[in-house]
């Protein structure tokens, strides 16, 4: 059964960092592309950042380009997203979200993904 937790959300105020983790579980870790999106109040989800972890490929949304770094611990099946420089922006539901065989130009696209973690809540105060 595939698994993903994700963790590591929280209240931060602007400028600050979080780190999520996304914990995967019951797949080839390495044969995956682990994604994060983001579901802000009245939005639609959208991708933020996702890596293909068998060759590393990334995909970083332009919003967040420069202040999100996602990174693989294939050792151990867990998915990070360093977040700096958060702004109220940033403000959403961080889901992580798993795939097989996802082409790098697909990596930031919902529907590129076939399962997906519970949410954790990020909150940016001004």
């Known amino acids: 059964e595939v698994q993903l937790q994700a963790s590591g959300g929280g209240l931060v105020q602007a400028g600050g960092s979080l780190r999520l983790s996304c914990a995967a579980s019951?797949?080839?870790?390495?044969?995956?592309?682990i994604g994060w999106f983001r579901q802000a109040p009245g939005k639609e989800r959208e991708g933020v950042s996702c890596?293909?972890?068998?060759?590393?490929?990334?995909y970083y949304a332009n919003s967040v380009k420069g202040r999100f770094t996602i990174s693989s611990d294939n050792a151990k099946n867990t998915v990070y997203l360093q977040m700096n420089s958060l702004g109220p922006e940033d403000t959403a539901v961080y889901y992580c979200?798993?795939?097989?065989?996802?082409?790098?130009?697909?990596?930031?696209?919902?529907?590129?993904?076939?399962?997906w973690g519970q949410g954790t809540q990020v909150t940016v105060s001004s």
């Open positions: 890596i293909s972890s068998g060759d590393g490929g990334t």
């Open positions: 019951g797949f080839t870790f390495g044969d995956y592309a």
């Open positions: 979200a798993a795939a097989p065989r996802v082409i790098l130009s697909s990596l930031g696209t919902a529907s590129s993904y076939v399962y």
